[in-house]
Each structure stands twice: as C-alpha cells, then as structure tokens.
C-alpha cells in the first residue's frame, strides 16, 4: 500500500485537491458574490470533480514511471517502484483504473451540468497524458511545456463545470444585462498562468538532475541538448517572468492594501530570489524543488490570504 502511495505522489494529490478547493472558495466564490451571484455547483459534486482529477493527476505518474523505468534506475534521483517492488502488469492495470474512474466521474458531472461535451476534455488529457509518457517528452522542451500546461488547467477545471451551471441558472439576468462570467475566467486564469510557469520551472531543473538518465533513454531536455550551466540561465530567465508577472499582477489587477504588498514580497518575491541564487550557485538538488514547489503553495495561497485578510 505504501509503494502504491509513492507511485501515484501523495504529496502532489493533495498539492492538487488544495489547488481546487482554494480556487473554488476563494476565488471563483468571492468574485461571484461581490457581483451578486452564488456558486451552483452542489458541494458533493465539486468533491468528486476533485477526486477525478486526482485519479487523472495519478495515473499520469504510474505512466510516466512505467515508460521511465530505465532513465530513473540511471540518474538514481528517486527509488524505482514499477517492475521492482509493483509489476509492470500491476502498474498498467491501476492506470486504467484511475482513467475509468476520472472519465466515469466526468461524465456523470457534464451530464448533471448538462453539457455532456464536457467528458471530452477529461478524455483527452487522458490521451495525451499516455503520449506524454510514451512519446512527447522525448521531444526536445516539449515534455515540460506539455507538462506545464496540464498543470495549468487544474484551476480552468474549477470553472469548466460552474461557468456552463451559472449560464444556465442565470440565463434570464445574462439577457437583459448583457452580463458575462468572463472576469471568473480571467481570475482564475491568473492562478493557472502561474502555476504553468512555476511548473515549467520545475520541469527543467529537474532535467539537469536526471541529465545522465535522459541521455540513455534518448530524451531530449534542455540540459541535454544545450548543458546545465545554460539550463540555469533560462530558469533564471523564467524567474524574471515570474517576478515581473507578480508585480503587474500586483499593480493592475489586486487590491492594493499594504498587507497583501507585504504577503507578495516577503512570501513570493523573496522566496523567488532566494531560489534563483540556489539554482546559480548549484545548491542541492532537494534544497532547489523544495523550493519552487513551496513557491507554488505560495502562489496558491495568496487567495487564501486575501480572503483572510478581508
């Protein structure tokens, strides 16, 4: 039980169900309450909206793990599970466990929410997921864009069954007030942007710890095709997008009360920088992706602050 726990990322699921739950409660709530409209989707169904997710978000790790078995034995930065202490058989059954539930649960939501088209897009993170693992992550930066993308859209899934259910129930008042929930997408929006760029982020260092794996599996990263030290300097790169993303998010498009200039600084801004100089001058590798992914909690966690602090 305790090897199944490690191959599907336990820290990570809950990373992803704190993810949801914040988007939900503290962006996509308060944005609607402020212009006089209330959440639609039932507390019960959103719970399982998460859960499906979380299922898609596991099988994608059983996947990649069972195409990287030869990459992870060689760079050595993290125990090997399939074939060792769980099948490859085993591993392949629990994937398609986890895809059937995903997929069941998303269909049983789009149909409540009566736009059944909605399964689709579950379907085909699905697909692209097992390419991820099978084909495009060998394919020069584009595992880590894909990957950064996917993650992306886990606040998008917050809204993709509430936004179809506000429509509906508020058809009357989107008629004659000309009103749209588009400033609930763009909201939400804004977290997903950063959370693909820290994901990015994320991917690409860990690429130069696992550089000696990739090279004999044939994958193609950044550090790979051009060195780490040049590596460094795109994360450095990024990091810069990200802190001049956070100020001009901070600038035109939140409340400008001294205490959340305060929560953007000392726990976003600071910790960016402090990262960037772990990256340049080669700290441990645990000590770097702690980092970046305490900075995505953070990321997350500004709207739970603002709520808070209201």
Same mark, same amino acid.
């Given at each position: ?25 503290? &962006? ?14 039932? +507390? ?55 895809? &059937? ?10 149909? +409540?929410?009566?736009?059944? +088209? ?60 000309? &009103? ?97 100089y772990a990256v340049l001058k080669n700290d ?17 966690g500004v709207s739970v602050f603002c709520k808070?602090? +209201?």
């Open positions: 039980m305790l090897e199944i726990l490690k191959l599907i990322r336990l820290r990570t699921i809950a990373f992803t169900a704190f993810t949801m739950y914040a988007i939900r409660f503290f &962006v996509v709530q308060p944005v609607l309450e402020k212009a006089g409209f209330a959440l639609q989707m039932p +507390e019960g169904n959103f719970s399982l909206l998460v859960i499906a997710v979380c299922c898609l978000v596991s099988a994608a790790y059983v996947i990649n793990d069972y195409f990287d078995t030869k990459a992870d034995r060689i760079s050595g930065n993290r125990s090997v599970i399939v074939g060792k202490t769980i099948s490859r058989r085993a591993a392949i059954i629990l994937h398609s466990i986890l895809n &059937v539930v995903a997929v069941g649960i998303a269909y049983y939501l789009a149909r +409540e929410a009566h736009h059944a +088209e909605i399964v689709f897009l579950f379907l085909i993170i699905s697909l692209v997921l097992w390419f991820y693992s099978s084909r495009i992550k060998k394919r020069f930066i584009w595992g880590n864009i894909v990957v950064a993308i996917l993650a992306g859209l886990i606040p998008l899934t917050v809204i993709a069954f509430e936004i179809p259910l506000l429509s509906d129930v508020y058809s009357d008042v989107v008629l004659k007030t000309h &009103v749209s929930f588009a400033y609930v997408f763009y909201w939400t929006a804004c977290f997903s942007y950063f959370l693909f760029i820290n994901m990015l982020i994320y991917e690409i260092n860990k690429d130069i710890y696992s550089i000696n794996g990739d090279q004999a599996d044939g994958i193609v990263t950044l550090p790979v095709k051009f060195g780490i030290p040049a590596t460094r300097k795109v994360i450095i790169g990024l990091i810069t997008i990200a802190i001049t993303s956070l100020i001009l998010f901070l600038l035109f498009g939140f409340t400008r009360t001294p205490i959340v200039w305060i929560y953007f600084v000392v726990a976003l801004i600071i910790p960016y920088l402090f990262y960037g441990k590798m645990k000590f770097q992706l702690r980092m970046i992914r305490l900075i995505m909690v953070l990321c997350i808070l602090c +209201e």
